[in-house]
């Protein structure tokens, strides 16, 4: 249950400090509750910069995607939603469908508090398909004692397409955290999944102290579920939140197949994935010796993205994957503009051929909203030089691809050892895409304004490693410059590109521009940044594109196509 609003975190640790004591309830919970907020309704709603093309309500607060599914040719989003004001509070499972993943229809909510088992929030969870064709929903309840269990919902008539109304049994909860079980940390559970000796299975996040836990748990009817004598992993990590488990193929890796394991780690706020070989009969999963496992491990996006859930699209037998952008401005900026949270893309998700990492991009339904193209082939861009890419109608809500060619790999600077010991983040916040190196950084400044004081730069820059491969890549989301509004967090994101550079000699960058989202892939989609931020002169049809170099070296753009993307129909059934 992804729920605290992502500001720095040493700024938010230390706001958290002073306001404790008044706003958290007694439960051990990881959101801030702003208790004379949460029920304000938005009288204005200010569109400004709302996103166009991304999933997001008419107003108010949302977090976790929730039970995504693909049932019966329609796509289904569950997501956490306060259908009374901008900041979180009185959580309910609001519900949306689509036939394409880009327009939807918002349907009323499907679960809201209603029981003993969950009077106190609807929380999140997952959605499993069984055998008999009925889908039904595990989420988290949060009841009378404020202790977390899990429910379950079916689907009140099988025969209405949209499955608008949802039940829960009298028999609910279905599990409740047993002795030992820390029952303020004991929720998210994922979706199920059946043995071949004919036993559910499903993981729920907890911890024990300071220990992440994935709590297996199994069932013959999906009404009584016991606990596994052992986790199905852990971490010493912090509350594991959102855990997600699913089997990937790939013709590259041993057996051609592989189980992803993923968690929303509440200490850091981002999330981590391993994968490896799963034993049904031992229940045991053991992630490849190759990968790190924790919060120096692989993760799906090394920005803001949070609280993901996947689901199988079994109309196009593609994994799916969906993730939460929350805010990066103040609550109070929030409360204004009357709206907070946003879904990221929708993204297919695989496994990469080498058996390294997930790869992942945005689904293809999304390049229908592509309308006017802009194509840019071989420009040179010399050191210290840009240029504008002028002929869209608007730069604010863009879908940008391009192939950069690095001229001069010799100019790379050195790889600092001590950098090994750091993640990309750090190495991107002390070399910002304003600092000159050897090659890089080069790459896109967008939601930019005409006189370039206000910019958002996606960028790469290149560095010579002494420890047998050849380079290292930094792809950066630099946001510094993004804003003249006053008090927003906006910080570097970066994670490192597996790309031969010298065998190459490109390296590859899409970027989805959305009005207040930066949505970024590199290397063809294996490694995605997606920064929340707010410009002030850059906004609508006054924001422009550039690309820039700012190394040594001459960089070429060897294709670069833009499209102006239309808004995606979002609309209420009623």
Request: hydrophobic share 40%; net charge negative.
């Amino acid at each position: 249950m992804a729920v605290r609003t992502l500001w720095m975190w040493a700024f938010f640790l230390l706001r958290l400090a002073v306001t404790a004591a008044s706003s958290l309830p007694a439960a051990e919970v990881t959101h801030l509750v702003f208790a004379d907020l949460q029920s304000l309704q938005a009288e204005h709603v200010d569109d400004t910069l709302r996103t166009g093309f991304h999933f997001q309500p008419p107003k108010h607060w949302i977090n976790d995607p929730n039970g995504v599914m693909y049932y019966k040719g329609v796509y289904h989003l569950f997501y956490q939603y306060n259908p009374k004001a901008a900041v979180w509070g009185n959580i309910v499972w609001a519900h949306a469908v689509s036939m394409d993943l880009v327009d939807w229809l918002m349907l009323e909510p499907a679960i809201s508090p209603s029981a003993p088992f969950d009077v106190n929030g609807c929380w999140s969870g997952s959605a499993t398909v069984l055998p008999d064709g009925r889908p039904v929903i595990m989420y988290t309840g949060i009841n009378e004692q404020d202790q977390q269990v899990q429910n379950v919902a079916y689907p009140k008539d099988l025969s209405d397409p949209y499955l608008r109304e949802w039940v829960k049994p009298d028999y609910n909860p279905v599990i409740a955290p047993d002795a030992g079980v820390n029952a303020s940390a004991f929720r998210d559970p994922t979706t199920a999944w059946q043995g071949p000796d004919g036993v559910w299975r499903l993981v729920i996040g907890t911890k024990d102290n300071h220990r992440g836990l994935a709590a297996l748990y199994r069932s013959l009817d999906f009404k009584r579920w016991a606990p596994a004598r052992r986790a199905l992993h852990s971490g010493d990590t912090g509350m594991w939140e959102c855990p997600d488990f699913y089997p990937v193929t790939s013709p590259g890796v041993d057996g051609g197949r592989k189980h992803v394991f993923k968690v929303s780690l509440d200490l850091t706020r981002y999330e981590y994935y391993t994968f490896g070989d799963y034993d049904y009969a031992t229940d045991t999963y053991v992630p490849d010796a190759s990968l790190a496992d924790g919060n120096e491990g692989l993760r799906y996006d090394y920005g803001n993205f949070y609280a993901s859930k996947t689901f199988l699209d079994s109309g196009k037998q593609r994994r799916v994957l969906w993730g939460w952008a929350n805010e990066s401005d103040s609550t109070a900026d929030d409360v204004r503009k009357g709206w907070a949270g946003v879904q990221a893309i929708p993204r297919k998700i695989w496994l990469a051929p080498d058996g390294k990492q997930l790869m992942q991009w945005p689904v293809a339904e999304i390049e229908s909203l592509r309308g006017n193209h802009v194509n840019i082939t071989d420009k040179l861009v010399k050191g210290g030089s840009y240029f504008e890419v002028t002929g869209l109608t608007t730069p604010a809500q863009a879908d940008v691809e391009a192939s950069f060619q690095v001229m001069d790999l010799d100019k790379a600077e050195p790889f600092d050892p001590a950098w090994r010991a750091v993640d990309a983040e750090t190495v991107c916040a002390a070399r910002r895409a304003d600092a000159k190196g050897g090659v890089g950084p080069f790459g896109l400044w967008v939601l930019a304004s005409d006189e370039l004081k206000e910019r958002t730069a996606v960028f790469f820059r290149v560095f010579k490693r002494d420890d047998g491969a050849k380079h290292a890549i930094l792809m950066c989301n630099d946001p510094s410059r993004s804003s003249y509004a006053d008090n927003l967090y906006k910080p570097t994101f970066a994670g490192f590109v597996d790309v031969d550079i010298a065998a190459t000699g490109k390296i590859p960058l899409r970027t989805l521009i959305d009005h207040s989202m930066v949505e970024s892939f590199g290397g063809h989609g294996k490694t995605a940044i997606l920064s929340r931020v707010y410009p002030t002169k850059a906004v609508g049809d006054k924001a422009r594109l550039f690309v820039f170099n700012n190394g040594e070296s001459d960089v070429k753009v060897t294709n670069l196509n833009a499209y102006d993307m239309r808004s995606a129909k979002i609309r209420s059934l009623n």
